[in-house]
């Protein structure tokens, strides 16, 4: 059983669109970490978010952590063809010694 | 400039060949970490060192093993690779262990089994 459910798995969608992906648990995180890994390549981080409710913003990218920092989403207005790849979020856990356990993510896909 | 290095980024190994995959930083972390990842997969956490003090995962197979001889290097020996262990192997570093510690991932090594 996955602790993090990440959705939708796959996304395909046109240059221009909005879309949300989620990362959702039945447990509660200390933090939550939001990365994006291009083919071939390792992940790279893209936002921490830490306290329920909070909501951050990287340019065209809205992240946004859920009151109970059981789920998080992250919202991406007029995607670009750019925004292609695997989208991972990661949650660390006061009794996992602090460990981060990662989501299986959402590959997105951004057609000019 | 990187600050995770892995090296090879491709390896290809025999079957029951001992293979190891390189991790340097530059960081100065004290932690790194080894993720074995499969396609479409999350990647999975395999162990860690915090400083010189190893800590395995409990579902990791004793084909793999790891040594860290300073601060800078770390490795991933696999004593003998099987067909299943081909994946995306990646290194990561952060300056301490605990909740909201950002990680920072090298480039992967992807290790072919043959």
């Known amino acids: 059983t996955q602790l993090l459910e990440q959705s939708p798995q796959f996304l395909s969608i046109q240059e221009g669109e909005n879309l949300t992906v989620y990362c959702n648990s039945s447990s509660v995180f200390s933090s939550l970490q939001w990365y994006r890994q291009e083919p071939g390549e390792g992940p790279v981080l893209l936002v921490t978010v830490v306290t329920g409710g909070e909501v951050k913003k990287l340019k065209r990218l809205t992240f946004q952590f859920g009151d109970a920092r059981k789920d998080s989403s992250l919202h991406i207005t007029a995607a670009q063809p750019g925004d292609t790849g695997l989208y991972l979020c990661?949650?660390?856990?006061?009794?996992?010694?602090?460990?981060?356990?990662f989501g299986d993510g959402t590959t997105l896909t951004v057609k000019p | 400039d990187a600050m995770v290095i892995q090296n090879p980024r491709y390896q290809v190994t025999q079957f029951g060949k001992p293979v190891t995959l390189s991790c340097s930083q530059t960081?100065?972390?004290?932690?790194m970490y080894w993720y074995q990842q499969k396609s479409s997969q999350a990647p999975k956490l395999l162990f860690h060192y915090y400083d010189k003090d190893f800590n395995n995962e409990a579902d990791t197979p004793d084909n793999f093993q790891s040594r860290r001889p300073n601060t800078s290097f770390c490795f991933l020996d696999i004593r003998s690779p099987g067909l299943g262990d081909a994946a995306m192997y990646l290194c990561?570093?952060?300056?301490?262990?605990?909740?909201?510690?950002?990680?920072?991932f090298g480039q992967g090594t992807r290790l072919t089994v043959v």
């Open positions: 990561a570093t952060s300056r301490e262990r605990g909740l909201n510690t950002e990680a920072f």
């Open positions: 990661a949650g660390a856990q006061l009794g996992n010694a602090g460990k981060s356990t």
């Open positions: 960081l100065n972390h004290n932690v």
